[in-house]
Nanobody, 119 residues
Framework: QVQLVESGGGLVQPGGSLNLSCTVS????????????MAWYRQAPGKQRELVAA???????NYADSVKGRFTISQDNAKNTVFLQMNSLEPEDTANYFC?????????WGQGTQVTVSS
């Protein structure tokens, strides 16, 4: 199993930015070679968990329609970290954000980091 630890959440005003980090206990470079899909999900109170952004080796990252043009998923192999840069935040972006890495049938989740967008 791969351990994931998210950080970077917090309270931000509408229009603000946050950069979430997901520290991975394994080599991201090696996971990419194995065909891992690295993603961020979010879950708001009373709603189902939804995919926000995902990336994998050799593919263009994909995003939920609601965050296209505002959020960017990226990774730093040297730091074994996956990022989610969130700009122009809206109150509707308020949720618990989870990092996820799927490798074949193995599904790894972090504990989540809370993002609250409010004035």
């Amino acid at each position: 199993q791969v351990q994931l630890v998210e950080s970077g959440g917090g309270l931000v005003q509408p229009g603000g930015s946050l950069n979430l980090s997901c520290t991975v206990s394994a080599s991201i470079f090696s996971l990419n070679i194995l065909g891992a899909v690295m993603a961020w999900y979010r879950q708001a109170p009373g709603k189902q968990r939804e995919l926000v952004a995902a990336m994998s080796r050799g593919h263009i990252p994909n995003y939920a329609d609601s965050v296209k043009g505002r959020f960017t998923i990226s990774q730093d192999n040297a730091k074994n970290t996956v990022f989610l840069q969130m700009n122009s935040l809206e109150p509707e972006d308020t949720a618990n954000y989870f990092c996820n890495i799927k490798i074949g049938l193995q599904d790894n989740w972090g504990q989540g980091t809370q993002v609250t967008v409010s004035s």
